[in-house]
């Protein structure tokens, strides 16, 4: 009896922690700690496995058995939202709305995240099943899948008996880390995140960093705690309430909402218990939609409009639905992030590692509000698929900041020509191409173009970040043979360059400065700037957190040619760690990092967690109020520096973000005035752990 209530009691604890990680971003216990804890759980199941719970924390790592993803009904309406308004019409709607059913008829707005919605079954406070949407009737089974997703709470404060609707979506940055190293890629996290819900063996989807949001709630609400506190919502009768409750329930509950109602008393009410949520009237609702389209773009999620829903339960039932949509609820969808245009070419481009990447060159068009004129096709197979001839007229796709896609044929060429085919010869040193998985490479380590953009990825942002060595000076120094190599950079006279067009004084003194500048630059910058295929930014922080942390320690590990080390770090997969193995086994490769470090390049880590994170870079912030987590408030300045942003002590057009602290003072109202991103306390925290 004693080992059933351990066994208890440490999945609850883990759950616990599970939740604090990756739903609040505060962990309370080390890594260290949770492991153990992990384990003794671990063990004690596979002694009693007759007391192992199906909702283990234990089971968010999958297993390697095939999934069926049977079909099985829904209980609850899983309805969708066809028709999609401006923002006049929905103005309209609510005024109407509130007309006929009083001035307290409330319309809360939710971002439309553009992911896989998933429907969570809970039945006496256990996860039982989780469905896809499927036809809104019948849903695939893909409860094995969605129990590896962190964010999912497994069981809840108390037996009852819920049923949860949500979005299975993906964070930007993870999409394009994770999606860099598949041999089939995918074109936005939408289809990562509803292809990777589908898979069949879960031990798979628990390796992709799937997120979910909940934001519909069905309960037998008399059964369930939620207090109101001294306001009138209840979740009988209020959806706010139950969003509310889901938080309190472990949910995530991220994103820009709002509540618009015409009475100021109700408003107050929803602030008092959802303080997070922006309240005003039915007319504040088109200041709302523009920021919210403002902030779309910065956003690490996508989103491709916002749901307008009725609070009220009992007004949602007796308005009822369609067939296959709600009478309580539309859709504002902003503009499809999308357009034609014609294929005017297509370009070979061969990167530091060889890699071929066939390139769109399009006839520039406007897309999500930038101009696009080329896009990446990815490899033969991606091209065959498409069957996409120079000249055709294609639909492009630009998603928020991913790199714009060819997405299909509008039209094809009228000249009957034949699907676009690589060349066999690598178009910069004549060498054969190779096939290896779905990619094609130029073999030949001396290839001209491989050097140069070894190079131009060793000097650039974010690496060794020396501003004065760009592309097209690493171009001129390479046709003039100055710098082949990388230790060249550090061994080349700059005065060579002196008479040269383009090279005055001014400029060779910043190649001076700039070299010499980036000899202090941190291991881990140094660790990405050899630009190993998979190691960018986030694997040398892993790579640093569990020890290795110094280029001798990788190549001893490697020297082994075991790349099991390596494969065990969480988030690596066997391709990373195989291409650390290739690379530190070469001995081009070490002769060189041994050339580097006699340049005085750091190769041991001091004091880092990890390689530099740049995702405040070209944000301005003020700050205003007090914080629990940053007192002196220098404290969260310094997180936002050391990520690339700036400080402003003032609102001005520049400023993007407010970080706002308990008791904020009156930069508030201005920033809120000027549509600047409101951050709080909890916001940020997450901002600063998600990267
Ligand atoms: S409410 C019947 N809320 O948008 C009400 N849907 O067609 C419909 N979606 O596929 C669901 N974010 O998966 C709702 N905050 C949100 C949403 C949301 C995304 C998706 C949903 C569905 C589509 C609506």
């Known amino acids: 009896m004693d080992v059933r209530r351990r066994i208890n009691e440490l999945s609850r604890l883990l759950l616990h922690h599970q939740h604090l990680y990756y739903v609040l971003s505060r962990p309370e216990i080390t890594d260290l700690e949770y492991d153990r804890l992990l384990q003794e759980l671990a063990e004690l199941e596979k002694r009693y496995p007759q007391w192992a719970s199906i909702n283990s924390p234990t089971r968010r790592v999958g297993s390697d058995l095939d999934n069926s993803l049977e079909e099985h009904p829904h209980t609850v309406e899983v309805l969708s939202l066809d028709k999609e308004y401006i923002t006049a019409e929905v103005v309209d709607w609510m005024g109407k709305l509130a007309d006929r059913h009083g001035d307290s008829t409330g319309f809360v707005v939710e971002e439309k995240l553009d992911g896989a919605s998933v429907v969570l079954y809970y039945r006496n406070g256990e ?52 999606n860099q190293a598949l041999e089939n890629r995918y074109t936005s996290p939408r289809n990562l995140a509803a292809g990777t819900l589908r898979q069949l063996k879960s031990s798979q989807v628990a390796r992709v960093p799937l997120r979910f949001n909940g934001y519909e709630a069905w309960m037998d609400a008399g059964k369930f705690a939620w207090s109101p506190e001294g306001t009138s919502l209840s979740l009988e009768t209020d959806h706010v309430a139950r969003l509310s409750y889901l938080q309190t329930a472990g949910f995530r509950m991220k994103g820009h909402a709002g509540f618009f109602c015409r009475d100021a008393g109700r408003c107050r009410e929803v602030s008092q218990r959802l303080p997070e949520l922006t309240v005003g009237t039915p007319a504040d609702l088109e200041s709302f939609v523009n920021q919210a389209r403002d902030r779309r773009g910065r956003l690490n999620y996508e989103i491709d409009g916002l ?156 690496q060794m970040d020396i501003e004065s060595l760009g592309e097209k ?52 910058r140094v660790l990405v700037a050899l630009g190993i295929e998979g190691i960018g930014n986030a694997a040398v ?145 997450d901002m600063l752990s998600t990267k």
């Open 127 to 178: 996860l039982e099943r989780a469905l896809t949407r499927g036809d809104g009737n019948t849903g695939n089974d893909v409860t094995a899948n969605v129990r590896t997703i962190p964010s999912v709470p497994l069981i809840l404060g108390s037996a009852q008996d819920l049923v949860v609707r949500g979005e299975v979506f993906m964070h930007r940055d993870d999409f394009q880390t994770f």
């Open 307 to 462: 749901v307008i829903k009725i609070n009220e339960i009992p007004l949602r039932e007796s308005l009822g639905a369609t067939a296959h949509h709600p009478r309580w609820a539309v859709a504002f969808k902003f503009d499809a992030p999308e357009a034609e245009t014609r294929l005017s070419g297509i370009q070979i481009q061969v990167g530091r590692n060889g890699r071929v990447t066939p390139v769109a060159e399009l006839e520039p068009v406007t897309v999500g509000g930038s101009t696009v004129s080329r896009a990446t096709l990815h490899n033969q197979e991606y091209i065959n698929a498409l069957e996409l001839r120079v000249g055709d007229l294609v639909q492009i796709s630009r998603r928020g900041d991913v790199i714009p896609a060819v997405e299909k044929v509008v039209e094809p060429a009228g000249d009957g020509g034949t699907v676009f085919h690589l060349p066999n010869h690598c178009p910069f040193c004549g060498s054969g191409l190779v096939r290896q998985g779905a990619h094609h490479f130029c073999p030949n380590r001396n290839c001209p173009e491989r050097q140069r953009r070894a190079l131009i990825h060793f000097t650039g942002r974010g």
């Open 473 to 524: 000076t690493i171009h001129f120094l390479y046709e003039r043979g100055l710098v082949r190599r990388i230790p060249d950079i550090y061994t080349f006279d700059p005065d060579q360059l002196s008479g040269e067009p383009g090279f005055k004084q001014r400029k060779i003194a910043a190649i001076r400065e700039g070299v010499e500048a980036s000899r202090n630059r941190p291991f881990s």
């Open 541 to 685: 922080r892993l790579l640093i957190e569990n020890g290795f942390d110094s280029m001798q320690k990788l190549i001893d590990t490697a020297a082994r040619g075991d790349p099991g080390s390596f494969a065990a770090i969480h988030g690596f997969g066997e391709t990373t760690a195989g291409a650390l193995v290739n690379y530190f086994q070469d001995n081009q490769n070490l002769s060189m990092i041994r050339e580097l470090e006699a340049c005085g390049l750091q190769m041991q880590a001091q004091n880092e967690t990890g390689a530099s994170d740049r995702s405040l870079e070209n944000t301005v912030w003020i700050i205003t109020g007090s914080f629990n987590h940053f007192s002196p408030r220098s404290r969260a300045e310094k997180e936002i520096i050391q990520r690339g942003g700036r400080i402003a002590s003032s609102v001005t057009h520049s400023t993007t973000h407010l970080l706002k602290g308990e008791s904020p003072g009156s930069k508030l109202k201005k920033a809120v005035e000027t549509g600047l991103i409101i951050v709080d306390e909890d916001r940020f925290l």
